[in-house]
């Protein structure tokens, strides 16, 4: 196919999301935008310290490091539940976990015994670093589980705006509760034989969090909506609040049941066009919880259905989006540290960049790639395919590994 049938596809052409969807797509390229995109967001109250990019023009309905991680969780959720529908339950946990868990070790470990020493010695505070009663040893055993336990290492970054030593971890927690509904559902074969569950909860969902958007004045809820519940106190996983929950939950949801009906669900250039306007419409105007979101699971749908070819090539093989999203906010607080700031917000978050994907190729060279590896182990791989009852193919994309 030429580029200009290719583009003409795209925009005027009507394709099930199961056949526009193909084994070159761009998830590998927008997931490591998104990536990128909260060391733009984080730069602003870390280093230059003047709020969050977007939420004024907003209205404080959303900011560009909530957009970012709301599109994390959408394309997760379409992906996961492809994993979910073509792996038995064991093998699909066990994929979970060393795709994300030696990449957090490892992260945790250089934290506390690599960028905290630097930190401490800047900070002149070595004396009694490794003896704190909330020292290295003790962020390392906190966190290895998923759940933040700690924040903080032996009382350094106190001058910084955050004294936390990596704050985008929080999501993590969501991510892991988001793969485990997926493994029941599996394992009841919800996901095979009555996928109309799966729709129907995230139906009910979004009228419940479009519920509790309307009290919002103009219809300007944020993406997090405090619901007034409790939250939970989990296992290994700790503090889970419901007010990040449930939108994510949401959000998830929607990726899922793009699979789930992609034979269904029609891709369409035009309709893409519309979820654009829509979502910077409501974000600009109101209503973004009830048309936004919808939109924004949309647009990044079609976009990776539709990325031009040179750029599928991104994430094929090298997927570094975890790496940049857990080291990011690390070397943030250590640029911030050393006053790189000072410089401009441009100077702060380019060198922010450039050194989140130095650690992203490293983690993923020397971490992340290696235990995957380690998936080829002797469980049983094929589920009960997909909800048609045939079997999903295997993407080759390092993503969905």
């Not at 015994?113 to 020292?135: I, K, M, N, S, Y």
């Not at 759940?147 to 990596?166: E, K, R, V």
């Not at 729709?199 to 103009?218: N, S």
């Not at 235990?371 to 080829?376: E, F, G, I, Q, S």
């Amino acid at each position: 196919m030429s580029r200009i049938s290719r583009f003409r596809s795209a925009v005027l052409g009507t394709r099930p999301l199961s056949e526009a969807l193909g084994r070159e797509n761009g998830f590998g390229l927008l997931r490591l935008l998104l990536a990128l995109s909260v060391i733009f967001a984080h730069a602003m109250p870390l280093g230059v310290r003047r709020g969050s990019i977007g939420a004024h023009w907003s209205g404080g309905q959303v900011e560009l490091g909530g957009l970012a991680v709301a599109g994390f969780f959408v394309l997760s959720g379409l992906l996961i539940t492809r994993s979910g529908l073509r792996l038995t339950p064991a093998r699909f946990l066990w994929n979970r976990a060393i795709r994300i868990m030696p990449g957090l070790w490892v992260c945790l470990l250089v934290t506390a015994f690599v960028v905290a020493p630097l930190v401490a010695r800047r900070e002149h505070l070595l004396d009694g670093f490794w003896t704190h009663p909330q020292g290295p040893w003790r962020y390392v055993m906190a966190n290895w589980s998923i759940g933040t336990g700690q924040p903080g290492i032996s009382g350094l970054l106190t001058h910084n705006a955050d004294a936390g030593f990596n704050g985008s971890l929080w999501s993590l927690v969501y991510e892991v509760l988001c793969y485990l509904a997926v493994a029941a559902l599996a394992a009841l074969g919800v996901l095979h034989r009555a996928r109309w569950a799966v729709l129907g909860t995230v139906v009910a969902l979004y009228c419940f969090m479009v519920y509790l958007a309307i009290d919002g004045p103009g219809l300007r809820s944020p993406i997090y909506i405090p619901t007034g519940f409790e939250n939970w106190r989990l296992p290994l996983l700790g503090t889970v609040g419901t007010d990040k929950l449930l939108p994510l939950g949401l959000l998830f949801g929607l990726g899922a049941v793009a699979e789930l009906y992609k034979k269904s669900l029609r891709m369409n250039g035009i309709l893409a066009l519309l979820a654009f306007a829509l979502l910077v419409g409501s974000a600009r105007y109101g209503g973004f919880y009830l048309v936004g979101l919808p939109a924004l699971a949309y647009l990044l749908i079609w976009l990776a259905c539709f990325m031009p070819r040179p750029l599928t090539r991104v994430g094929s093989k090298a997927d570094l989006s975890y790496g940049v999203y857990i080291y990011a906010f690390p070397i943030q607080q250590g640029l911030a540290l050393w006053h790189v700031q000072r410089h401009g917000y441009a100077v702060y978050t380019g060198a922010s960049v450039v050194l989140a994907l130095a650690a992203a190729v490293l983690s993923w060279y020397l971490v992340e790639k290696p235990a995957l590896k380690l998936k080829n182990i002797g469980l049983p791989r094929k589920g009960l395919g997909g909800p048609s009852g045939q079997p999903q193919p295997a993407r080759t994309a390092a993503l969905s590994a």
